[in-house]
């Protein structure tokens, strides 16, 4: 029985997020545009850039998490949740440099290992979020746990989002105000979806590899 079995088809995900973002659009809109303001104020500037956008990225990640899961259940999200990440700032900035360091490592590689990485932690801040008693890592490490045989039907949901990409960028990418936050509700269904799904067979409940 494949892992994927049971699962929401990627339109599917995409439906319920646009029924979600309904009457939610201004607010989602906001939050991730405010979200881009702030870690995109000091990126210019060589190696401070850096650093501002490495230490502020992980909270920031977070409280997006936080908002369109609250999104996603129905849990009145506010903008305010955006800000919500730096109450843990000291486990969000951990876990964005777990991220950062074991994706730069793959990269290192190749691009297609750098990509597979991506995907394989992609679901640490909405882990993180749900579950603040765990450490960076375990958090890492369980989303590693559950992308274990779905990094494709992850890779193939955020394909599907190019059409709408280059239709964003004929509109002087103003229509990126309305496709990031339809990627990440899309996304944070996706999540809801596999994190009580069954794990890929042979998959314990303790990785210890990156």
């Known amino acids: 029985m494949s892992v994927n079995d049971g699962l929401k088809k990627n339109f599917e995900l995409r439906a319920i997020a646009r029924e979600k973002l309904k009457g939610k659009w201004l607010y989602a809109v906001l939050v991730c545009f405010i979200a881009t303001i702030i870690s995109g104020l000091l990126c ?3 190696f401070i850039g850096f650093i501002y956008t490495l230490i502020i990225s992980g909270p920031i990640a977070l409280g997006l998490a936080t908002f369109f899961l609250n999104l996603r259940r129905d849990q009145n999200p506010l903008i305010e ?8 700032f000291s486990p969000a900035l951990i876990l964005q440099l777990w991220i950062t360091l074991f994706t730069f490592l793959w990269t290192l ?3 297609i290992p750098g990509i597979i990485a991506t995907l394989r932690y992609s679901l640490s801040f909405y882990i993180l979020r749900d ?5 960076p890592k375990e958090a890492l490490e369980r989303s590693k ?3 274990k045989g779905r990094k494709g039907k992850l890779f193939l949901l955020g394909l599907s989002f190019i059409g709408w990409g280059l239709l964003a960028v004929l509109t002087l990418s103003i229509g990126f105000l309305w496709l990031v936050p339809y ?4 996304l944070a269904g996706f999540y809801e979806d ?3 799904a069954p794990l890929a067979s042979g998959t314990s409940a303790a990785a210890t590899t990156a």
């Open 44 to 46: 210019w500037i060589p």
């Open 81 to 88: 949740n955006l800000f919500d990440g730096f109450k843990s």
């Open 109 to 111: 590689l190749l691009v």
């Open 131 to 135: 579950h603040p008693e765990l450490k």
């Open 145 to 147: 746990q559950i992308m």
């Open 183 to 186: 990627i990440n509700a899309s």
């Open 194 to 196: 596999v994190k009580d």
